[in-house]
């Protein structure tokens, strides 16, 4: 079946201009989790959505990151006025079940974000 | 707070070679444990997780960890290196108390010399 995807794979943005990055979980997956990987480390916790209820977003970095899952399914990563150091490879995972937090995460490819 | 240390950016080892790539966490209780694989323009792929079950875990292709709570440790091994074992490896924790934050180590990269 069809795995995590993400797009765009690759996003170049001028500084200050805003994007939007999406992620298509696995049908079905309840969890859904937002990382930012900088270069040469590991994923960093950006935010945790349970369906479409965001119960943590204490890892976004800035209020010029806004993430939402209206339908409990696709999810989009907005970062407004964007920044060279918001240049990162951003990850999407989800996860079957909700609450445990020992539950495989099935990640994407990654956005690749390069602001100029 | 939890944490995860990877000691050792980059590891290199010999085709057939033992693979050991340490890991070693913080937390106040023993938390869920994993290890993820990065294949170059892929996303991580599960290796393994520690559940409070069995300390000695045995994932896919061969690998294997065991949880060492006196030594707050959960490094990877692997017996005999394959060529296509080279990739970034993360160790990562989770809470067993509640909460959804999964805290990844820096990576590992992993290279096999023929």
């Known amino acids: 079946g069809a795995g995590v995807s993400q797009s765009p794979r690759y996003k170049v943005a001028k500084r200050g201009q805003d994007v939007a990055l999406r992620c298509d979980p696995i049908s079905g997956h309840v969890s859904l989790f937002w990382y930012q990987q900088a270069l040469g480390q590991g994923p960093e916790f950006l935010t945790y959505?349970?369906?479409?209820?965001?119960?943590?977003k204490s890892g976004l970095p800035s209020d010029r990151f806004f993430a939402e899952r209206p339908e409990g399914s696709v999810s989009t990563l907005k970062i407004q006025r964007t920044q060279q150091e918001d240049s990162a490879v951003y990850l999407c995972a989800s996860s079957f079940t909700s609450g445990g937090s020992y539950n495989e995460q099935f990640f994407g490819p990654g956005t690749r974000l390069t602001v100029l | 707070a939890q944490s995860v240390t990877q000691l050792g950016s980059h590891v290199s080892v010999s085709e057939g070679a033992l693979v050991l790539l340490r890991c070693n966490y913080s937390s106040s209780v023993p938390p869920y444990l994993f290890w993820y694989v990065q294949y170059p323009n892929q996303g991580l792929q599960l290796l393994l997780k520690?559940?409070?079950?069995?300390?000695l875990v045995k994932g896919i292709n061969g690998f294997e960890a065991e949880f060492k709570k006196s030594e707050t440790s959960f490094h990877l091994t692997k017996p005999s290196a394959h060529m296509s074992d080279a990739a970034e490896y993360f160790c990562a924790v989770s809470p067993n108390t509640g909460g959804f934050k999964t805290i990844f180590g820096a990576g590992t990269r992993l290279f096999v010399k023929a």
């Open positions: 959505f349970q369906n479409e209820a965001q119960l943590d």
């Open positions: 520690y559940t409070s079950a069995a300390t």
